[in-house]
DNA sequence: ACTCTAGATAGAGAGCTGTCAAGATAGATA
DNA sequence: TATCTATCTTGACAGCTCTCTATCTAGAGT
């Protein structure tokens, strides 16, 4: 049985989602920060890029040909959705590669999970 | 049985995350709009606001006193999420009331789903 | 028709964001 | 140490966003 089930933290945010009950200020700004990084068409690229590259992690230079945009404009790009926390880098030699933070995302699609969804979940 | 089972349009974006193929540049677009709809204190919780209210559905009077804002701003932050597609508004009598329109939420939280919780759903 | 209220629109200003060019930094190789 | 390549940082600028005040519109009641 190779199949591993992804242990997820649901305390926070999930399953209690955006749906049920009013966000507190702190609630919304936490958030907002995150979607206001999902919220660039370059943003999602980069990211559905990095995710579905071989080995769940793609290095800048793959990256950056994707794109007709300077390597400047792609570093700042990445930078946002580190500090949102939801991709990582990692320098190994000369190359840096970025690699998707599941557990971020998990808890988004949570929040915006109607009770109708979640209920499977929480069953 | 009152209890209604929404019908939702999987076909698009749902159950084909972000995460297993990279996106096309309108993808990305059309989605990097509703997200940064979203990219917003206010905006969310004018949202979870809207859900959360009895009846599925908030007159404006109700929002704007929820903040220290003033109406045109409230009225602004409104319409940024109408034209998102996320929530609808509809005047009866003086009053304007707004509700979720939960597809586009659904939408979304399959784009973010990993596979792993994509699996119980797509089954 | 007049007035009152709820909400939207228009316009302006401060601040933020996406982009680039130029320069800095980290590691590999000689 | 010198040099080359990959990536990041800095600084600048155009365009967008959030907020406000002032004005407008739609409907209810007189």
Redesign the pocket.
């Not at 919220?39 to 943003?43: N, Y």
């Given at each position: 049985m190779p199949k591993q089930l992804p242990v997820i933290e649901t305390s926070s945010l999930c399953c209690s989602p955006l749906m049920r009950q009013p966000l507190t200020e702190d609630q919304s700004a936490d958030l907002a920060h995150v979607f206001?990084a999902l919220?660039?068409?370059?943003?999602l690229r980069l990211l559905s890029l990095i995710a579905s590259h071989a080995g769940g992690e793609a290095?800048?230079?793959?990256?950056?040909d994707a794109?007709?945009?300077?390597?400047?404009?792609?570093?700042?790009?990445?930078?946002?959705l580190?500090e949102a926390g939801i991709v990582d880098?990692e320098?190994?030699?000369?190359?840096?590669?970025?690699r998707v933070q599941p557990a971020v995302l998990q808890k988004l699609s949570g929040v915006l999970m109607t009770p109708d969804q979640a209920e499977p979940v929480t069953a």
């Open positions: 206001k919220g660039d068409p370059v943003r290095c800048v230079c793959d990256l950056t794109f007709d945009l300077t390597g400047p404009t792609i570093s700042h790009h990445l930078k946002v580190r880098g320098r190994r030699g000369t190359w840096v590669y970025y």
